[in-house]
């Protein structure tokens, strides 16, 4: 059969955020075929969407995306061969021909992931909401609450032990639940509108009908409401550090600790911003309003600039920095350089 490419390809990327690059689960590395659906499930995350590739079988994920991505031809011939070692997906074009094994049974168990009967519209901000509050969320497997974002019927929020960000939001849920921060954060590229909820699973879709289903935890999230209330002296950042934090994070998103943050230090009337990872380091010194002694702090480039292109003000106090930007509010640890 005659399939576009680009248009598979397409497809193919929209479910891919339920990949896994190792055999978690059976065939949780390949993308499986069936009823004119495209499906991947790794455990955590489970994706569907129709298909032009109407076959049924399970492809290795790797070597079919990277095959089509290197052709060049808008349209390619794509047929299920039966051999003498088995199925094969044929893929040719007039010069060129591709062999991809294939298992004809699907024994990926994406039938264990309930299906969402009722559909809620997401908030219009909920999209902008993840890409903020993923970044504080912890990376450390012992303490799994604190790398999950809480999902609550108010807010939307995240804490990794020293830092934490709760953005307001009503959300039609009955209770708090929890979603890994690094499943969640796929919805940042699909264009997702609506959620549903099930047992074990939270649920979103967009408007090409791709679901993608996260597993929900419930956990004894903490109680982060407390260290919000943060009370201390104004200061005013530079909205003239943008440029620079961009440049910081060229090297802090190489960060072998696997959270990308940058330092920043305060002095008197001066801040400067670090940024370090594994192939170097970029610092920057800059002008700022500030009187007090010197202090120390770790913060996500991402949320800075956030901060700066909205609202420049925070509050210091002897422990802690909070920025509270529109429906959001952010808490950071400090630590004293004197």
């Known amino acids: ?31 499986a075929f069936t009823k004119k659906r495209v499906m991947t499930f790794n455990d955590d995350v489970a994706c569907v969407h129709s298909t032009s590739l109407k076959i049924k079988g399970a492809v290795p994920s790797a070597p079919l995306l990277n095959i089509l991505r290197k052709l060049t031809d808008d349209e390619l011939n794509i047929i299920c061969v039966q051999g003498e070692e088995g199925s094969s997906l044929e893929i040719s074009t007039k010069r060129k021909k591709v062999t991809i094994r294939i298992e004809d049974e699907i024994m990926l168990p994406i039938n264990t992931v309930e299906t969402a009967e009722e559909w809620k519209k997401l908030p ?12 504080c969320a912890g990376t450390d497997e012992t303490k799994f609450n604190l790398t999950c974002i809480n999902i609550t019927p108010k807010w939307i929020e995240a804490c990794d032990g020293y830092r934490l960000a709760r953005w307001s939001m009503p959300i039609k849920i009955a209770e708090p639940i929890q979603v890994r921060a690094d499943t969640i954060r796929h919805v940042l590229a699909l264009g997702m509108i609506e959620f549903g909820e099930t047992d074990s699973w939270l649920h979103f879709r967009n408007d090409d009908g791709l679901v993608m289903s996260c597993r929900k935890y419930k956990t004894d999230y903490v109680n982060l409401s407390k260290h919000l209330k943060v009370t201390g002296s104004p200061i005013t950042l530079p909205k003239n550090l943008v440029e620079g934090i961009e440049a910081a994070d060229v090297f802090s998103s190489e960060s072998v600790e696997g959270s990308n943050q940058i330092t920043v230090l305060l002095k008197q009337n001066k801040i400067k911003i670090v940024g370090e990872g594994v192939n170097g380091k ?47 509010r952010y808490v950071t640890a400090i630590s004293s350089q004197e």
Request: a neutral charge; charged letters at 30%.
């Open 282 to 328: 970029y610092e920057q010194v800059g002008k700022v309003k500030y009187n007090g002694p010197k202090i120390k702090f770790l913060i996500s480039p991402t949320i800075l600039i956030d901060i700066l292109q909205k609202h420049t003000t925070a509050e210091l106090s002897d422990s802690k920095l909070k920025v509270q930007v529109g429906k959001y």
């Open 124 to 135: 219009s901000d909920f999209e902008e909401a993840i890409r903020i509050i993923k970044e």
């Open 1 to 31: 059969m005659l399939i576009n490419r680009e248009q598979l390809l397409k497809e193919l990327d929209s479910v891919s955020a339920g990949l896994s690059t190792r055999e978690i689960i059976e065939q949780s590395s390949c993308f």
